[in-house]
Structure formats: structure tokens, C-alpha cells
């Protein structure tokens, strides 16, 4: 319960009892803040790690139901193998240092993505915390790993097809909620807002499917300096907004 309305920080100001359901971030800028200061690209990495923990205490301190966040995509294995090493045993340090203190700090943690390319240790520690995330009721973090919005639509489709072949339902039976069912974020409600940091004004096969009536947040801001201040600047646009899908 909070007994504020209000959550202030650094003299920005947002309605606790207006806040979005779901949060969604492309946590992007890493490389570039690092070397803006003649730092390898992996030290952006962590530092985007770090801010990503920040971040969601936060979230979960105001009272945010659902927050989702883009670490790693399908087009993100084009990158150097050392690059793509650094990222994976980051995420491995935050899922075993979650084990630890998600219970704790009533966190439940969900992978979204195509698992099957993860290394055998990395989907073990995914499992502890799936367990983990059944003794916990506050705010459920969506962590998007070798995903891609397109591969997860293509998979939904696949899944359906099969069930048709089997006859288990038929063709015309598919429509948006049967659909939304078979994708990875099945029973989770959509993003309400996507944050992008880092400049670029583009949606990287972030959430396809689910961004449809989502509202967008755009700024400069790399990722690694990303800090409470700048969520709530980004919440509190989003208040100012009127949301019409598609009516008056
Ligand atoms: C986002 O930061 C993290 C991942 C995509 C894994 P980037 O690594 O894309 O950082 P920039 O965009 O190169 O600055
Ligand atoms: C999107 O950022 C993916 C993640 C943040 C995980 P990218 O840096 O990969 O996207 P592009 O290449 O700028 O579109
Ligand atoms: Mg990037």
C-alpha cells in the first residue's frame, strides 16, 4: 500500500494509483557508453546490468506489476563470439544472484525467447528461478532472451498449424486470443509502454505482436544512465496521454 499518491524523484513527479500495468524496455546504448569513454563494449554491458537491477527495484518499490526487458535479440548472435560471451555470463551472474534474493524481494522472473540456444548451465538456473517465481506475488520481470518478434509469431503460427493438422481446432477457430496464447508472453497483458533509450527510433523485433496499442518513450539517454528520475520522466508522459484505440 502506499499512502502517497505521489512518487517524487529528483522533482519529477508520477500518479501511483495511475501507473501502467506493463513497462517494456530495449535496454540499448551499452556499447556506445562505454566507448564514448575509450571503455571495451563489455563494460557497457555491465554497467547496463547494473542499471537494469536499479531499475527494477525500483519498479518493484512503486508497485509495477509487469516489466519486461530486451537483453538479448535473435540478430543479436551476429555480433563478435567475445561480445556474445560477455552478454550470456552477465545474465548468468543476475539468474544466479536472483536464486539468492527474488524470494526475498517478491520478484518473479520469466524468460521470453527461444531457450533451446542457451547453454545447458544457463537454462538450469532459468529452471531454479521458474520455481522460485511460484512463491513470489510482486512485480513479474520478463527478461527477453534470444528473442525476436518475428520468430515468436512464426512459432505461435507453427504450434496452431499443428493443432489444425490434428485436428484439435479448426482454421477458422484461430483468432487474436487463440493466437496470443501460443506466443511467449501467453497470459501476461500487454506492454502499455516501450522505452527505448539510446536515441534510435526503431522497435528491433521488440514485442510485435504485443506493442499493437502500446505508447512509445523515446529519448537520447543511453541506457547505462538510465536511473529512477529518467523512469519516472518516462511514466509520467506516458500519464499525460490519451489512449483512444482507435475510438473518439
Ligand atoms: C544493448 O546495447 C545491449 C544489447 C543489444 C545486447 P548495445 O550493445 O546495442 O549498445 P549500442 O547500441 O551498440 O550502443
Ligand atoms: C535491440 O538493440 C536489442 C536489445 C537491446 C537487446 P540493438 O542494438 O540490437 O538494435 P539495433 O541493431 O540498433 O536495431
Ligand atoms: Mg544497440
Redesign the pocket.
Known sequence: MHLFRKKNVAGVDVDLAHLPSHIAII???????A?SRGLP?TV??RE?SETFRRVATYLNNIGLKHLTV????TE?WS?PVE?VDA?MRLLKEYFLEACEKMVRDNISLKILGDQSALSPELREIIKRTDELSLQTSGLKVNVCINYGGRAEIVNAARILAEKAVLGEIKPEDIDVSLLSEELYTAGIPDPDLIIRP?G?LRISNFLLWQSAYAEFYFTDM??PDFDEKEINRAILSYQKRNRRYGGI
Open positions: 535496454m540499448d546504448g551499452n556499447g556506445r557508453w566507448t563494449r557497457g554491458h547496463g530486451y537483453a538479448f535479440s543479436n555480433r561480445e552478454i539510446s534510435e543511453l541506457w
